[in-house]
């Protein structure tokens, strides 16, 4: 009888698909295995991992997020809603505590994909009510410099004044941005995107900076055109959509009052830079006719 046992179990661990886990095996063992599942596009095993490590480990808010992000892939939305929604409520147990705000980007990208706007929004909100800079009186002065400069003098001007640096909340800053501009609050969609250009290209200042104390800056086209051919700099780029989110500040400053002399200058940062694509084609576009950009009708 033994012995049939032992066959039928040593079958089962060789049997393609069955996963085995020893009664003892740690909590984030079994998570680990579930992401390897996840990333192997084996979702149910992944759901089946996740979930037994939260039976084992519990409260487990990474695997909580791990199975929204199986459903997120499947396209249940609200399942992944749920399953965000209840990892945030349980960040406490985060082992990494920062960890928390891409939490929140998840939950907001569920709420884009229903197509519901001001959860998105307050979803966003979550992060940026910890950008200090953004948020506390003790930079109340700072921010009232950055709408005037902007305003009056243009982007190179309050780069040579201001600085931040990169971090959680600059994504957020630009989907905030592009969000109220696309819903017609030119306002706070400029106070955004301010923050979200100043954390970009500060980030790629001081880190210049720190490479070559020689180092000027002097404008943000000149920038651009020093560190465009360097591969960090072209994925960092990238990863932060650092041409559109130019596009997008020249637009929100347009929006803001038509009659200001600075969204060409911004727009013209772009315009004729072949890196920025399809953003610099529209900058080129929006100098020669300038219109407001199409607003969502949700």
């Known amino acids: 009888m033994r012995t049939a046992a032992l066959v039928l179990g040593l079958a089962m661990a060789a049997a393609p698909g069955?996963?085995?886990?020893?009664?003892?095996?740690?909590?984030?063992?079994?998570?680990?295995?579930?992401?390897?599942?996840?990333?192997?596009?084996?979702?149910?095993?992944?759901?089946?991992?996740?979930?037994?490590?939260?039976?084992?480990?519990?409260?487990?808010?990474?695997?909580?997020?791990?199975?929204?992000?199986?459903?997120?892939?499947?396209?249940?939305?609200?399942?992944?809603?749920?399953?965000?929604?209840?990892?945030?409520?349980?960040?406490?147990?985060?082992?990494?505590?920062?960890?928390?705000?891409?939490?929140?980007?998840?939950?907001?990208?569920?709420?884009?994909?229903?197509?519901?706007?001001?959860?998105?929004e307050l979803a966003l909100l979550e992060i940026v009510e910890d950008d200090e800079w953004f948020v506390s009186e003790e930079y109340a002065g700072e921010r009232e410099g950055y709408r005037r400069v902007i305003r009056e003098e243009g982007l190179d001007r309050l780069l040579v004044l201001y600085r931040q640096r990169d971090d959680f909340a600059r994504r957020a800053h630009a989907l905030l941005g592009e969000h109220y501009l696309r819903t017609g609050n030119y306002g706070r969609a400029l106070d955004h995107l301010v923050f979200a250009n100043l954390k970009i290209l500060s980030e790629i200042i001081e880190t210049e900076l720190g490479r070559d104390p020689g180092y000027e800056f002097r404008t943000v086209s000149q920038l651009l055109e020093r560190v465009e051919g360097r591969r960090e700099w072209q994925e960092y780029?990238?990863?932060?959509?650092?041409?559109?989110?130019?596009?997008?500040?020249?637009?929100?400053?347009?929006?803001?009052?038509?009659?200001?002399?600075?969204?060409?200058?911004?727009?013209?940062?772009?315009?004729?830079?072949?890196?920025?694509?399809?953003?610099?084609?529209?900058?080129?576009?929006?100098?020669?006719?300038?219109?407001?950009?199409?607003?969502?009708d949700y």
């Open 237 to 296: 780029i990238a990863e932060t959509g650092l041409y559109r989110t130019i596009y997008y500040l020249g637009s929100a400053l347009y929006g803001d009052d038509p009659s200001l002399a600075t969204p060409q200058q911004v727009w013209g940062i772009i315009a004729a830079r072949r890196a920025a694509g399809e953003w610099g084609i529209r900058a080129a576009e929006q100098i020669e006719d300038p219109e407001l950009e199409p607003l969502i």
């Open 18 to 120: 069955v996963r085995v886990y020893a009664e003892n095996e740690p909590a984030w063992v079994t998570y680990e295995r579930g992401q390897r599942a996840l990333r192997e596009g084996e979702f149910g095993e992944a759901v089946r991992a996740f979930r037994r490590a939260i039976e084992r480990g519990g409260p487990f808010p990474e695997a909580e997020a791990a199975i929204g992000e199986v459903y997120l892939v499947e396209g249940s939305l609200n399942l992944a809603e749920r399953q965000f929604r209840r990892a945030i409520v349980q960040r406490g147990a985060l082992r990494v505590p920062e960890e928390e705000y891409q939490l929140w980007y998840r939950l907001a990208e569920v709420y884009r994909l229903q197509e519901n706007p001001r959860a998105y």
